[in-house]
């Protein structure tokens, strides 16, 4: 049965979920710090834009609005510990990567550093930041994308659903992998060639 709920507080709208969550980044001055971002989002190819979307309440907020820059880190159900932890405490209080163990590599353009174990991570500048209610967007550049090869496919650079165990996200709290996908390539040429 159907409702119509009007308490958006109380319905949350979760319905857009799952989602695939990464890692913020974020390194100013000598803090590094990082918090898991489920409000994440390719925003265009040309030039080539990602966006996330961060509460000022959050402690990478002020890092990330003063170092103007990040990377965006996706880790695979493997690291699931990882996801949720740093999207858990704040990093007020504690050193996350030294507290979590989590290694981290150096990026190419930026000071802030990439997750050793991301299966892809993008390195960021903000170009651009809007508010929008209890959130700001942040809109980076991506300037130069990591990613282990032998997880994508070859032709098409598309995330190979047989060898990443992918992290969804359904909100408050819970997460889920995938057994098995069957992957389905439904195009404008396989649109047009279908009937109804």
Avoid at 9 to 15: G, L, N, R
Avoid at 20 to 28: H, L, N
Avoid at 67 to 73: C, L, P, Q, R
Avoid at 123 to 139: A, P, R, S, T, Y
Wanted: charged share 25%; aromatic share 16%.
């Amino acid at each position: 049965m159907k409702v119509v709920e009007t308490d958006l507080t109380k319905a949350k709208f979760y319905h857009f979920y799952p989602c695939i969550p990464c890692v913020i980044v974020v390194k100013y001055k000598e803090k590094i710090n990082g918090m898991t971002a489920a409000w994440n989002i390719g925003l265009s190819f040309n030039p080539p834009l990602f966006g996330v979307s961060i509460s000022p309440n959050r402690f990478t907020y002020s890092l990330l609005k003063n170092a103007k820059e990040f990377t965006a880190n996706f880790l695979s159900f493997d690291y699931l510990k990882t996801i949720a932890s740093f999207g858990r405490t704040s990093g007020r209080n504690i050193d996350k990567f030294k507290n979590f163990r989590v290694e981290t590599e150096e990026s190419k353009f930026i000071s802030s550093p990439i997750l050793k174990n991301a299966y892809a991570s993008y390195e960021c500048k903000v170009v651009n930041i809007f508010n929008v209610g209890d959130h700001d967007l942040f809109v980076g550049k991506i300037l130069a994308v990591h990613y282990d090869e032998d997880l994508f496919e070859k032709d098409t650079k598309i995330p190979s659903v047989e060898k990443i165990k992918f992290s969804f996200y359904l909100g408050s709290d819970f997460y889920f992998t995938q057994k098995s996908f069957e992957k389905v390539k439904f195009g404008e040429e396989e649109v047009l060639k279908s009937s109804y």
